[in-house]
């Protein structure tokens, strides 16, 4: 019996988070406040080539364990099984679309600085319940997700907390447009992996 590379995105996607917050941690080395961290509205610089790599990669900075644990115990849950249903690239394309327009959103409209997976965890929460659509239909499993979701992040983005719920809300936005726009019976085993796995 082997240990099989199973989710090649998901798993690599995890790996370089915990080690770029391990290696901040350990030597100071502050990499995910210079690089890995998206600066809010009026202070994003859109003549620096950084910054446009920083519209992807603040997914990958997080604040603290607690803050990466939160995020990639959904990731690292949900990741495998949207992988193995719609395929390694097309999901990559699908958590890289999220951060880009999240990141976009944050840039233009909220002053606040972005970081961590949330908007990709709660893209596949929403994602994940499209799993056993079939054609012409909208699977309860979405209106129920759709609703604990909305209460759990619209309510309190009403008051104030440390986290971006907006981060959250567009995540599951994106998540919901997906479960909507992907074929009904994903990749079918036709789509292909990434090479190597």
Known sequence: MRIRY????TLTFALAATALLAVD???GAHLIGRYFTLPGAGQFDWGDPLSYFRLVSYTLGHASWPHLIGNFSFILLLGPILEEKHGSLPLLFLMLITAVITGLINVIFFPTGLLGASGIAFMMILLISFTNIKTG???L???LVLIVYLVEQIL???GSRNISEMAHIIGGLC???FGFLLPAGGRAGTAKQIPGT
């Open 175 to 177: 998540g919901s447009l």
């Open 6 to 9: 199973n989710a090649p995105v």
């Open 141 to 143: 499993t979405f209106f």
């Open 156 to 158: 309190p983005s009403l």
């Open 25 to 27: 941690s350990i030597f």
């Open 137 to 139: 239909e909208i699977p």
